[in-house]
């Protein structure tokens, strides 16, 4: 009965690291207070299995995906003059622009990837 448990507790154990491993990116809109009264808005990809962190600007289109860092229910981009940290259980982020000492930080929500903007 104990190789029985304990074989399923391994399968069990498997399947779980398998299920993350190819765990579907988590898509984001984030809302930062703008400096003029209108909030400025960055789409996320975050796929922690690739390493990836995606980065879309719907008022200019622009996007980028860059390596990221995930650990903590956390992700985080820096990309030299802008870094990213995104708290994903809180729905919140923080941009760090370092090339003027500020930050500031914002809300966020999930959406779909036909919502986000990415292209692929």
Known sequence: MKIIEGTGFAAAAL??????????P?????????????????NFALDAAAGTFGVYVPASGSQRMENGTFSGGKA???EGSVAW???????????DKR?????DGGTCK???QAQSGFKD
Not at 15 to 24: G, H, K, P
Not at 26 to 42: D, I, N, R, W
């Open 85 to 95: 940290e995104i708290d994903i259980a809180k729905g919140s982020v923080i941009r």
């Open 76 to 78: 985080s981009l820096n």
């Open 15 to 24: 399947l779980c690291s398998v299920s993350n491993a190819f765990a579907a």
């Open 99 to 103: 090339m003027v000492g500020e930050k």
């Open 110 to 112: 999930t959406i779909s």
């Open 26 to 42: 988590t898509y984001l809109s984030c809302e930062l207070a703008g400096s003029k009264g209108t909030p400025q808005v960055f």
